[in-house]
């Protein structure tokens, strides 16, 4: 037990030695960074749950002192968005957290740094202050923290989608880089047909999806912006993928090709499914959840409906970049 104990304050692989005895210190404590992440994550979406979200009312300051709500809705009762103000402190808990390890880790170049050993060990202190920060971010008044804090999410989620957008280019490059060496080593044709088969995939799912958007979040009259919205990006992923095959572009980047510009095609359809279902208007966004001042649902659906099916899309997405770097 004891050794278990200092492990807790040793370093990274003292921790997972049972599993994995030949890692790295800095791989393992990439994966325990992003443990922590996830851990966040995880209590950020049990935060929206309407059960917890109700108990929320017994945390002092949540409602006190805000004219606004998310920064924008004055006229809906605080008490409808008590999920997503916690949600908020979680995440500038978990903001501060990973920022204060950046400014500490800022001009360390290896492991033989004396710093080193703060990124590379100590993780049961690094977690009693995650709590800490945590216990401490619901006790914040309100006030103005919902409002400023939305406004960092809205310059910090438009830096997530880009970052997003360069793993995903990155993976395709290395995704199409295997498969084509694979080709090139084997002599087998049947991983330039695996290409094809994944490329045509991918348009063909970008394809059903705009229709769909055009069906669902388009009228015949009306709904102007969803229509141009829909259409720029459909003649911009027309564009790149036309790009990805010119031949100065195959002869700066022989890897280059359509499989990267299918992938990125759908994630920009995606992207566009985001913004057109967070638009406020009922007739032109039929997956539109709108609150009363109670906190009630209006309209026909249920009070549980926080997650809708881009919210879903966009956990995976997330998840499945973080794992990638």
Not at 146 to 164: D, E, H, P, R
Request: hydrophobic share 50%.
């Amino acid at each position: 037990l004891l050794l278990q104990v200092s492990c807790l304050c040793g370093s990274a692989p003292c921790l997972l030695c049972g599993c994995c005895p030949s890692t790295k210190n800095s791989t393992i404590s990439r994966l325990l960074f992003t443990f922590f992440l996830f851990l966040g994550t995880l209590v950020s979406i049990i935060m929206i749950i309407p059960g917890v979200e109700k108990e929320l009312h017994k945390l002092p300051g949540f409602c006190e002192g805000s004219g606004s709500v998310l920064g924008v809705q004055t006229h809906v009762d605080c008490s409808s968005f008590l999920g997503h103000k916690a949600v908020y402190r979680m995440g500038f808990a978990m903001a501060a957290f990973f920022f204060l390890f950046a400014v500490i880790m800022v001009c360390v170049r290896s492991s033989k740094d004396p710093r080193a050993a703060v990124q590379n060990g100590f993780w049961f202190f690094k977690f009693l202050v995650l709590v800490g920060i945590t216990v401490g971010a619901f006790y914040i008044p309100d006030g103005a923290f919902t409002s400023v804090w939305f406004y960092f999410g809205v310059v910090g989620s438009f830096l997530f989608i880009l970052i997003q957008l360069i793993l995903l280019i990155d993976f395709a490059h290395s995704w199409s880089q295997l498969w084509l060496r694979n080709a090139g080593e084997s002599n087998a044709k049947g991983w330039y047909a695996a290409l094809c088969v994944v490329t045509f995939i991918f348009y063909a799912a970008s394809i059903a999806a705009i229709v769909l958007l055009y069906i669902y979040y388009t009228k015949p009259e009306g709904c102007t912006e969803g229509k141009v919205l829909i259409s720029i990006n459909l003649i911009l992923c027309l564009v790149v993928s036309a790009v990805s095959i010119l031949p100065k572009v195959q002869d700066a980047q022989p890897h280059s090709g359509l499989l990267q510009a299918s992938l990125i095609t759908l994630y920009t359809i995606y992207v566009t499914w985001s913004a057109l279902a967070n638009v406020p208007t009922l007739t032109c966004n039929p997956t539109l959840l709108v609150r009363n001042s109670t906190g009630s649902a209006m309209a026909s659906q249920p009070l549980t409906t926080w997650w809708d099916a881009p919210s879903i899309v966009g956990l995976i997405i997330f998840i499945l970049c973080t794992l990638f770097i």
